[in-house]
């Protein structure tokens, strides 16, 4: 019995000896996605994001910090320091190309950009373009440089309207999309709209093969109405994600 227990052991040893090869390349398999979030809270986000990307066929190991070398695809709110070209750009929850706005309730009485001059402002903290430094540019085009003490920066685009909607401010910054779907039920208005911007989404990185396509046409395929909790670490402003012109 001894030496049965013996040879079984040795045999069991050495089946987990030769899978342990196939394991690791399974793993060196998985198409490298790096995100850059806009919150810390990813660990459910990655679980979601990876099943509903799998279910499409791609295969991706979900990281969440910028590595160049192994990356095949980088989701970035910038698009600057990224070796390749866009893959995917995000869109709203219209399906069009996303676009800054400053918004206003229309009793706050202002009718324009240019009446912001020493108002309370609510922007969004993160290095998204939408939050504060889209906005804050159309403001100095309009020779307005609001001080610190103005402006109340929240934590989300959500946020950010409430303090608008709660009268803690005379205007708010947010996405074109986003805002839409509260202009007409809380009596919201645009006071000013930014061209449409092309730069935060999926680039393909040093590590992008023919295999990352299919990390691609499934992101392609995503949606927030799919899984708001697998979108949480994108802004709240994306809705999905679209092939550029190029592709």
């Not at 839409?180 to 919201?188: A, I, V």
Request: glycine share 8%; with cysteine; charged share 20%.
């Amino acid at each position: 019995m001894c030496l049965d227990y013996r040879r079984t052991g040795a045999v069991a040893f050495t089946a987990l000896l030769l899978a342990m090869p196939v394991a690791q390349a399974a793993r060196e398999a998985r198409v490298v996605l790096t995100i850059d979030s806009v919150t810390q809270v990813t660990d459910v986000a990655r679980y979601r994001l990876g099943q509903h990307l799998a279910k499409q066929g791609c295969q991706a190991d979900i990281r969440f910090n910028r590595d160049p070398d192994k990356a095949a695809l980088v989701f970035s709110l910038s698009g600057e320091g990224n070796p390749g070209a866009a893959a995917l750009i995000a869109n709203n929850r219209d399906g069009d190309w996303a676009r800054p706005v400053w918004i206003t309730r229309k009793t706050a009485g202002v009718r324009s950009i240019s009446e912001l001059k020493d108002r309370d402002l609510a922007t969004v903290a993160g290095e998204d373009p939408f939050a504060s430094k889209l906005p804050l540019a159309a403001l100095g085009a309009a020779g307005i440089y609001p001080p610190q003490e103005k402006i109340y920066e929240a934590g989300d685009y959500s946020s950010a309207l409430s303090l608008l909607l709660h009268n803690n401010t005379h205007a708010a910054m947010s996405e074109a999309g986003f805002a839409g779907q509260f202009l007409t039920s809380r009596d919201l208005e645009i006071l000013w709209l930014g061209s449409p911007v092309k730069t935060v989404g999926w680039y393909r990185g040093k590590g992008w093969s023919e295999q990352a396509q299919n990390c691609e046409e499934a992101l392609s395929r995503l949606s927030r109405t799919d899984d708001k909790q697998a979108f949480s670490v994108f802004p709240e402003w994306v809705h999905g994600f679209a092939r550029t012109d190029n592709q």
